[in-house]
């Protein structure tokens, strides 16, 4: 099968559970700007990335081998994939 | 017995520890490059300090998948000691060679001061020359050394002794869970720690509480004076 070009999107936040400072900071500022009503903030990375692959399952399964090995740490992080 | 420095496009203070090592040892250690793919014999592997890769994904991130960490994990596996301070010690652990994770620091701030540690296991090739819950002086300097493990993670440090050292008297700069400064593998043959023992090894440098965990991982018997 001729490989095929995917555009994907990777969302990698922190567990539940895990305390995040930056979020917290963030939220504070938030607070000091005048937002009322957020009740938390958590900061996480996006890596848009572009590949090649034979199908769509196949690019899947390769962002997912690439958020275990190198991505996301997942002591502390969970990681999310979508293939567009 | 003959140490090695593993170097990181980054590292910073790769110096530092040569010059701790030659002057514990006697002699220079052997270098590696990130890109080895073979170590040169040793029975110690020395991670030093610094911003591998712009400590860019995360710290360590980058560095713990380098061609060398294979050679690092095989000589570890082997029950070479291995030694990772500060960034060293953050490539340990996104290399899983230690347990946990070394988030950014709880007060967003990097920090450079001196701590206050005690021994938490002196029955280990690293520690042995400190006593059990000795307080010793040592110098941090961090953006990411807030150490964090889940609880079951957590539990099996503590139950085995895997905690090295711990910041005592509320010097605890970063908001490490159960104040852990270091700790060991399994094996107890692998050593990450966030301060910079490297740097009180003379009288110079205001205090040699460091030199003693050099001294025990090369087994460096103190002549009689």
Redesign the interface.
Known sequence: MAAKSFSARVTVTLKRGVLDPQGKATQSALGSLGFEGVGSVRQGKIFDVELTASSKKGAKEALESMCEKLLANTVIEDYDVVVE | MKACVVLFPGSNRDRDMIAALTSVAGEPPHLAWHKDTALPDCDLIVLPGGFSHGDY??SG?IAA?APVMNAVAEAAQRGVRVLGVCNGFQIL??AGLL???L??????KFVCCEVLLSVANADNPFTAKYAQDEIIHCPVAHHDG?Y???TKTLKRLEDNGLVAFRYAQDTNPN?SVNDIAGIFNDEGNVLGMMPHPENLIEPAHDGTDGRRLFEAALNVVEMAA
Request: proline share 5%.
């Open positions: 994904l995360r991130a998948r652990t996104e347990p946990g994770a988030m950014r620091n709880a007060g967003l807030n964090f493990a889940d908001g």
